[in-house]
């Protein structure tokens, strides 16, 4: 078994907290093995934050990197970029098939709370290479596929584990580098008004009715509001906003979702549409500086800040 350690700086990453990646043979636990345990995490011995790799030269050494996982993670929070589809079941099943007990860490899947903002802001793909470039990363490293394409079973020893490795590495700098990516995309979905802090949490649309729920840095006054094509009620830091939509084209390739425009407020939605409307979703993807003006406008109509 090869093992690799580099100290690690990173901003983001708590003492209790551990950053895990792994790379595999395949995608089928059943069958795959692990090659690769990744993890960033806090050495109380060396008072020192490192990346710790371990390399499976064979199959045969697979049941040491799983020892070495659960050893590792022991009373951690785990921080993973697709870890509850995909890591933390693998690791489970590999530790079944090994007889070895499985084990249920806590675990932040930064990947679970991006999709469910996708409506919110647009991103390239949910891809980890596209993510990180929020965060300014731009990678050169090779593709997992095509590392992963040389580990196959015809391969008795793997003797090349250093373009793994350094995919590996990438993706767990990667991951503690987006680790408060929830902060950047709620402070982009965000406005101020006197003391408060206020962000889009989330959004749907029913038939003609799109709710948005919001959510306060400080607790306001318990309350409920209604207009012609709105109602918004607050319970202390949540506030619901509930407003009339309607369906139909915004240009002559695109359409989405608009309201009538009571609030006067300027359209920052991409098309030039009817002044008396403002669009609420176009092309699948909110229209959140709109929605956002609009929450703004009515708390400061309606409340005393």
Request: hydrophobic residues 35%; glycine residues 4%.
């Amino acid at each position: 078994m090869l093992c690799v350690r580099y100290p690690f700086y990173g901003k983001n990453l708590k003492k209790d907290e551990c950053i895990l990646d792994i790379e595999t043979t395949g995608l089928d636990p059943k069958r795959d093995k692990l090659v690769v345990l990744g993890l960033i995490y806090f050495d109380y011995k060396k008072n020192k934050f490192y990346i710790d790799q371990y390399f499976s030269k064979n199959d045969e050494e697979e049941i040491k990197l799983l020892q070495i996982y659960k050893e590792k993670i022991n009373d951690k929070k785990l921080i993973t970029y697709n870890g509850e589809i995909f890591d933390l079941p693998f690791l489970n099943i590999r530790l079944i098939e090994n007889k070895l007990e499985p084990v249920w860490p806590e675990n932040v899947d930064i990947y679970k709370f991006i999709k469910s903002k996708r409506k919110l802001i647009e991103f390239e793909s949910m891809k980890l290479s596209d993510i990180e470039k929020i965060v300014g990363i731009e990678r050169n490293d090779p593709s997992r596929y095509k590392v992963i394409s040389k580990l196959n079973d015809k391969i008795e020893i793997r003797n090349n584990p250093w373009p793994i490795l350094i995919h590996n590495k990438n993706d767990l700098i990667a991951t503690e580098a987006i680790s408060n990516l929830d902060e950047i995309i709620n402070d982009k979905l965000s406005f101020k008004i006197k003391n408060y802090k206020i962000h889009l949490d989330s959004a749907y649309i029913d038939k003609d009715i799109g709710y948005f729920e919001f959510l306060s840095d400080k607790s306001l006054e318990s309350s409920l509001f209604q207009g012609e094509n709105y109602s918004f009620l607050i319970r202390e830091t949540l506030i619901k906003l509930k407003i009339m939509v309607l369906y139909g084209k915004l240009s002559k390739n695109s359409s989405g979702f608009v309201t009538v425009n009571n609030f006067k407020l300027k359209n920052k939605g991409k098309y030039d549409i009817n002044k008396n409307l403002i669009s609420i979703m176009e092309d699948g993807i909110y229209s959140c500086e709109n929605i956002l003006n609009i929450m703004k406008f009515l708390i400061e109509k309606n409340l005393d800040l």
